[in-house]
């Protein structure tokens, strides 16, 4: 009896002392397998959310979370299978229940703030549909699947708005108007009709970059950013950082 | 519309409250458990009376369920929030550093789990409400200082950010745009007439 439990303590101790190492490596290393998934799409979403312009799609972020979420679902229902064929036996107990539970509500959060970010991406691809089809259509985007700014259905989903959109401006008066009065799309007379993210507006951002560094400002300003420092500057002078991850926008 | 207007460059309290809930906190298991595997992070084996750290979603659930107690932060105790609220007092231009998420997390424990908090509620409710009340008041003189560049915010937290956000930001932007058109004004107050000239010449063809 007594042996055993030393041997458990040791082995406790063992794992714990595993933890705490695994902990400092990942810590060290910005990125690394370890990296918590649901952390990197929280900060995602976040930046997505701030940012008055379109972020470049996370591919491979928002590829992984959902395997991992169809996975951890065929998990659950072959588990509530499992449970339901083993209810009578007594193998069954409320623990088993509660982990499934705390499983289930992992995924319900996870959904959530997927659905948080490609909601904040579909409101900008509506409001600057134009600007973003004539972005996406330049010959090097969409060469590279991992690296073009949209993703498949969210380019099929904007031309699909922007034919609807376009068809119901024309039904409901375009086609009353004077020929010359009807491109969507007019920049002559000094005035462009494409609306533009407002890439000047200003963002609040924080900086998790270890080392301080420096940004310009216009007019021959500098800023320098130290860790952890809350900062309120143009999007466009810190966006290049912001897709480094020197800084997160909150 | 995909996001509601109110909720594009903002976020809503409910929403911070529910990021606020990643947070990592120590419980104090009272029955054991099996280890989980999430998709974020693992939740280790449980034993009664070995404190371990979850993230505070998890906590919740087990709390609810009676399966643990929580842990209080070691910030949420009423000595150390009333020499905050000193250091407040002392210090009229800075703010004193709490945690990210102290507004959200004392809310949530306060209300999900006042019974493993060390001291009496309501006295951290009024202590807290204090602290709020006077970093309100900071970030609202300091608001004399907004400029059409940039300022620095040191020190607050998530929610007290989200509260200035909306105003911080409309006035920036204005200011910005003031700016903006006084200096084009300069640059182009020769080329003014020229312009008015063609403009006029395109609307005519």
């Not at chain 2, 929580?70 to 210090?91: A, G, N, Q, R, T």
Request: aromatic letters at 8%; glycine letters at 2%.
């Amino acid at each position: 009896m007594s042996t055993t439990n030393i041997d458990d303590i040791i082995e406790d101790f063992a794992e714990q002392n595993r933890h705490t190492v695994k902990r400092f490596k990942s810590s060290d290393k910005a990125i690394s397998s370890n990296v918590n998934i649901y952390d990197e799409l929280v900060k995602a979403m976040l930046n997505e959310r701030m940012a008055p312009d379109l972020l470049p799609y996370q591919h491979k972020l928002i590829n992984e979370v959902l395997t991992k979420l169809s996975n951890q679902q065929q998990y659950l229902s072959d588990s509530h299978e499992y449970g339901d064929t083993n209810a009578s036996s007594g193998i069954v107990d409320g623990d088993f229940k509660l982990q499934l539970m705390i499983i289930e509500t992992e995924i319900e959060r996870l959904s959530y703030m997927l659905r948080l970010y490609l909601r904040s991406r579909l409101s900008k691809i509506d409001k600057y549909t134009i600007h973003y089809i004539s972005e996406t259509s330049k010959p090097e985007e969409g060469s590279q699947e991992d690296t073009s700014l949209v993703s498949k259905q969210e380019m099929e989903y904007m031309h699909q708005h922007f034919k609807i959109l376009t068809q119901l401006y024309n039904n409901s008066f375009l086609k009353k108007m004077p020929h010359f009065l009807t491109y969507l799309d007019d920049t002559s007379g000094g005035q462009s009709m494409i609306s533009k993210p407002p890439v000047n507006n200003h963002v609040f951002v924080k900086s998790v970059s270890k080392k301080p560094f420096v940004i310009s400002l216009d007019e021959d300003e500098d800023l320098e950013l130290t860790e952890n420092g809350i900062y309120v500057v143009k999007y466009k002078f810190i966006k290049p950082y912001v897709e480094l991850g020197d800084v997160v926008l909150i | 519309m995909a996001l509601p207007e109110s909720l594009t460059y903002n976020l809503s309290p409910p929403e911070i409250s529910f990021l606020s809930e990643n947070e990592y906190i120590t419980i104090l298991p009272r029955y054991s458990m099996k280890k989980i595997e999430l998709i974020g992070e693992k939740i280790p084996t449980l034993r009664g009376m070995r404190r371990e750290r979850v993230p505070l979603w998890v906590a919740l659930i087990l709390k609810s369920q009676d399966k643990c107690n929580i842990v209080p932060p070691s910030w949420l105790e009423l000595d150390f929030l009333k020499m905050k609220y000193e250091e407040e007092m002392k210090l009229p231009h800075k703010f004193s550093a709490l945690p990210w998420h102290w507004l959200e997390i004392s809310k949530i424990l306060l209300a999900k789990a006042p019974d493993d908090l060390a001291d009496p509620s309501n006295k951290l409710k009024s202590i807290i409400q204090d602290l709020r009340e006077i970093r309100l008041v900071k970030s609202r003189k300091g608001l004399k200082e907004l400029n059409e560049s940039n300022i620095q915010l040191d020190g607050l937290s998530f929610m007290e950010i989200n509260e200035l956000r909306p105003y911080i930001l409309k006035v920036m932007d204005k200011l910005m745009n003031l700016h903006d058109s006084i200096s084009r004004n300069n640059v182009e107050a020769e080329t003014n007439e020229n312009e008015y000239e063609d403009g006029e010449a395109s609307e005519d063809e």
